[in-house]
């Protein structure tokens, strides 16, 4: 299993943890590495309080899409699991996991349900992006439509996303893969340094004839976002990976898409700030558009 780390250390022990306690396996039977992506928090000691993972370090800060390509190039399972260092996995977890996709020879990864530590059930599963999903996701319609048909569809809002089914994409939380399918599409896009990474390659495997089955019957603990809520460029990176995607898989439409759906969000939030006489946040509207703007420039 590859585990990429940025920060969060405390996390990432409390994941070891649980993988140390996993049933079903035999001593040193998983190999689990974990991949340093030059965090500011050094996890070393954390992993040396670990003597069976094998840490593994980025020679600069690659991003999340690179450190999981490092961590695949070394493992060598036949099976091989994406995990985030803010999960924690139950003691038959894993074996549970292995068990469910070794039943379903017709799928190429399997996904379990993820709670957060309230209970709640997080959505972790969606449709992929069409070129429509770019122009009105984080748009103005969807600012006044967050129900419009068409991002209920991307969001896969009519399922309670706490039943087992097969998936489009399934985030990389918790991703178990055969070595088959990393042997014919290869790793994470690395141009998508932090997000849409996953949904990517979700989407390769399913072109070379992968599909991803997600289970409710096996469950795991997910700190969502954790990691990436101490990335000081967080919001400019995902505007800046959701461009990358959308042009990567819908060329000049794709790239008019993602910015289109920014600027017209802002103009609407800009005018109806002045509609209310409030000059200052109009303002402040435009310039984080603007800020946000060249995150599609330096793509």
């Known amino acids: ?153 991307f969001e896969m809002a009519d399922w309670d996303h706490a039943s087992s089914r097969p998936v489009d994409h399934a985030q990389t939380s918790c991703l178990l893969i055969r070595r088959e399918v990393y042997d014919q599409i290869g790793g994470m896009d690395p141009r998508l340094f932090l997000f849409y990474n996953d949904t990517d390659f979700c989407y390769r495997m399913k072109q070379a004839g992968f599909p991803i089955w997600f289970t409710a019957e096996t469950e795991i603990l997910h700190h969502g976002g954790a990691s990436v809520g101490t990335f000081d460029r967080a919001e400019a990176q995902v505007y800046g990976d959701r461009y990358r995607y959308f042009r990567k898989w819908f060329g000049w439409r794709g790239a008019m898409a993602v910015p289109g759906a920014l600027w017209s969000r802002i103009v609407y939030e800009s005018l109806v700030e002045l509609a209310h006489g409030d000059i200052r946040f109009a303002l402040k509207k435009i310039k984080r558009g603007l800020r946000l703007n060249r995150a599609f420039v330096a793509s």
């Not at 599963?125 to 569809?153: E, M, N, Q, Y």
Request: hydrophobic share 40%.
């Open 1 to 153: 299993m590859v585990i990429p780390v940025y920060n969060q250390v405390d996390l990432l022990d409390r994941c070891l943890l649980s993988l140390e306690g996993q049933q079903g396996f035999a001593s040193g039977e998983l190999e689990m590495l974990t991949v340093d992506d030059q965090s500011p928090q050094n996890p070393a000691p954390v992993v040396a309080r670990h003597p069976t993972v094998i840490g593994l370090r980025m020679d600069r800060n690659g991003g999340y899409a690179a450190a999981n390509n490092l961590g695949l190039a070394a493992a060598r399972g036949a099976k091989l699991l994406f995990l985030n260092s803010d999960t924690e996995v139950p003691p038959e977890g894993l074996a549970r996991l292995e068990a469910e996709l070794d039943a379903r020879p017709k799928f190429g990864g399997i996904s379990p349900l993820h709670r957060e530590t309230s209970g709640a059930v997080q959505r972790t599963c969606f449709a992929f992006p069409t070129l429509r999903t770019g122009w009105l996701w984080d748009s103005f319609v969807h600012r006044r439509r967050p129900d419009h048909p068409i991002l209920k569809a």
